[in-house]
């Protein structure tokens, strides 16, 4: 485990210099900084950012995760839509990060977003939320209305949301 820790205090290093516009990567460089080499809404942007999220996540540094988290969903939203297999899991994994940092109200928020995508682990939590006041008042109806979502089953009415 050891060999790896040189490569990864570089790649942390090129991504906190690339952040604050300091970076000073030549080709020539072994660990080109990929958001410069393939613009900054690629896909391979997103994983490089999405890898340092989750090295973050796995040290605890949840703070230092977030804003990594945030940009690799946005990325992902933006070229492969909010209803792509890999963006749903993005957003997954960004609500585990506000959720250690007690962000409900953007944990909420996410699980719209991806309920109204059609995600049905959203459309479950989202239910939950609602009837516990989790992240959001309260709302029997919006519960009902989530739980019948995620059943597949459809209410005559929906009830006004956020």
């Not at 080109?32 to 973050?56: F, I, K």
């Not at 804003?67 to 993005?90: A, Q, Y």
């Amino acid at each position: 485990m050891e060999v790896y820790v040189p490569h990864i205090q570089q790649v942390v290093l090129q991504f906190q210099k690339w952040e604050t516009g300091l970076s000073d990567i030549s080709n020539d460089d072994p660990f080109v900084d990929r958001p410069l080499a393939n613009g900054l809404e690629h896909q391979d942007t997103a994983t490089a950012l999405n890898d340092l999220a989750y090295l973050y996540t796995c040290q605890q540094r949840f703070q230092d995760a977030e804003p990594h988290g945030r940009w690799t969903l946005e990325i992902r939203k933006n070229v492969l839509g909010l209803s792509h297999e890999v963006t749903i899991i993005s957003l997954h994994d960004l609500v585990h990060i506000y959720r250690k940092l007690g962000m409900e109200m953007h944990v909420t928020q996410l699980y719209l977003d991806a309920a109204k995508a059609g995600d049905r682990t959203a459309q479950k939590e989202l239910a939950c939320r609602y009837q516990d006041g989790i992240g959001v008042q309260m709302n029997s109806e919006a519960a009902i209305y989530w739980l019948y979502k995620f059943e597949g089953a459809e209410l005559p009415e929906a009830p006004k949301l956020l």
